[in-house]
């Protein structure tokens, strides 16, 4: 009886998690795929709220799994990135700026949005601000470096670089590729609507989304206090698991690390696919111009 008892939750394990796997099932019609390679500090999570106010499903940044998508990355491993292709219409934050030729050459009918600031000034001035939240060790992969103080002329250079590289890799390709200045607020929906599924392409009524703002970072002393401590865990075990399962480790160890990854990926692809869900039947219709 008591073997019996200890089984239980196994059991209601396995069944959930089952469940979660027939859930986390790629969507069987997706739209052409909208994929925003601004980078960090450009308005990308304000484009991808615009997208999701048109009905897009689009992967933004999540704590969590964009963390792993980005040392998949960064280790040469981009399975994971093109994995979660077939479950989203819409893409952005790191590491998607850095996946555009891939992601062009894989998905012919596939857009692009290069988001930017109205210059390279404002934008460096935004970065500064969101590094000194906190040590990321990702951000030298991206930018040359993992603060901004001492070393603005490689930020920058990084941010003009990367600017250049995406304008001359789409000059021949117009019809799949937009800029989008994030600091010209409303006027966006007219650049976003020319390029993605908005009704004839009208214009929503409401104004465009401003998310992610240093604004928003200011919750108190006390939420900002546990949000800097959860930040600071997550970064320093995405590091050492990084760490351990690219850079040698125990096989042992990294063996586990990868059923523990592919469980926690089930079960994030299942409430994402249920959240998309709700989200859509419980929004109110959008307004045209």
Known sequence: MRYAAALVPLLVSF???????????????????IFIIGLSKTGTTSIGDALALLGYKRLGWKDIRSRH????????DVDALIDQTHYYDAF???PWPFMYRQMAEMYPDAKFVLSLRKDEQTWLRSMRRHVSRGEWLPYEYFYGATEVDGHEDVVLHSYLNHTENVRAYFQHQ???????NIDDGDMNWNVLCRFAECPAGRVPSIP????NTAA???NGPIIDSLHFLWAWSITRIE?????SYYQGGWSSINAVLLVIWKVIS???????????????ALAKPLEFV
């Open 15 to 33: 069944i959930l998690l089952f469940a979660a796997k027939q859930i986390a099932q790629p969507p069987s019609e997706l739209r052409p795929k």
């Open 69 to 76: 998508l980005v040392h998949t990355w960064a280790n040469g």
């Open 92 to 94: 952005e934050d790191l």
């Open 174 to 180: 117009p019809h799949r590729y937009t800029e989008l």
């Open 208 to 211: 465009f989304p401003k998310s």
């Open 216 to 218: 928003h970072w200011k």
């Open 239 to 243: 590091e050492l698991t990084s760490s």
């Open 266 to 280: 089930v079960i994030e692809q299942a409430c994402s696919e249920l959240y998309f869900k709700a989200t859509m």
